[in-house]
């Protein structure tokens, strides 16, 4: 059975932490490793992660504005891996992802200039998996960015 998961997140507060992230984070993204397509990204996961044969739908990312324009595809159940045409939308994502953090869990990226992998596991949106993947050794083979949101 295909699930998909809506996030949906409130102005204000949000908006200004994308927007603060954006500042401070764009020169460093510039030396991150990019990909061409969502299926370029998909592939060199792939040969580092087990995704599922039949993973679940992908989530469908809700902004202030509606829809945000993302290519993403799931790996496991709580691992999504996203592709962006625009900056700005990967920021949105990042900010709306990471803001699913709790008191009870993290949320786990790996991040280049275009694309992350995130998993959020341990937040309530990841449903049933509690168990992070070691997203930060497929950080260091990709030579990208891990980061963990609390």
Known sequence: MNHHH???????SLALLASAACSAEEQSLDALPSYNSLDDVRQAVSDHLECQ?????????MGDHGQIPT???KCT???EIFHFESPDARNETYA???STADDDGSVYFVE???WFVVDYAEAAVG????RPTDLAALAEALGARYSEVK
Do not use: F, K, Q, Y
């Not at 449903?127 to 509690?130: F, I, L, Q, T, Y």
């Open 6 to 12: 809506r996030i949906v997140v409130a102005a204000g």
């Open 53 to 61: 044969d039949d993973p679940p739908s992908p989530t469908d990312v």
């Open 71 to 73: 290519e993403s595809l």
């Open 77 to 79: 159940l709580s691992v």
């Open 96 to 98: 709306l992802l990471a």
């Open 112 to 114: 280049g200039r275009n």
């Open 127 to 130: 449903g049933a998996d509690s």
